[in-house]
């Protein structure tokens, strides 16, 4: 299943990953308070969004946009695959401190400044056919059954929006 829904696919009552996709606040202040924490940049550079992407962001398939790809460490193994897309316009401030991030956390930001304004979080199983998959195979590891558990939600500021999915590792669920 690749589409995005309101409403998170839990497994059951005791889904064990339901209280990361439900949190309400920073993952990064989450991550760093349960172990060693740290980022892996992967990439970030100008490039197209995913299909979906686009329509969340409403913009054109065509429009160009920075994108960034993380992987959040905590106690030394890759716990969270980020994928960040903020259109290239307009541009902002918001647009200059994503330049300027490197290996700091987006969520950081995202959570500190009281200028943002976070819309609604959407929820999917990544499998094979969705666009994201193998990179978080790449930065997680193997799959679960049923494909990897993600969230997404767009964060605004001013005339700018930042899209960010968030993809879990399996291992998050044991703790």
Do not use: Y
């Not at 992987?71 to 902002?92: E, K, N, Q, W, Y």
């Not at 987006?106 to 979080?121: D, I, M, N, T, Y």
């Not at 990544?126 to 993600?150: C, D, E």
């Amino acid at each position: 299943m690749t589409g995005w829904h309101r409403r998170p696919l839990f497994a059951g009552r005791h889904d064990a990953l339901r209280d990361w996709l439900c949190e309400p606040d920073s993952l990064t202040a989450r991550l760093k308070r349960r172990g060693a924490f740290r980022i892996a940049l992967l990439r970030q550079e100008r490039a197209r969004a995913n299909a979906d992407e686009c329509a969340a962001l409403g913009i054109s398939p065509r429009t160009p946009c920075w994108v960034r790809e993380v992987v959040l460490h905590c106690d030394g193994l890759p716990a969270i695959f980020a994928h960040t897309v903020l259109p290239a316009s307009p541009r902002g401030v918001l647009g200059r401190w994503f330049a300027r991030l490197g290996t700091r956390s987006l969520g950081s930001l995202l959570f500190a400044h009281p200028g943002f304004v976070r819309g609604e979080l959407a929820f999917a199983r990544l499998a094979t056919p969705h666009p994201l998959h193998a990179p978080a195979v790449a930065a997680l590891g193997r799959p679960p059954a049923g494909g990897f558990r993600a969230r997404r939600c767009t964060h605004r500021f001013g005339g700018q929006a930042v899209l960010v999915t968030e993809v879990f590792a399996p291992r998050l669920a044991a703790g």
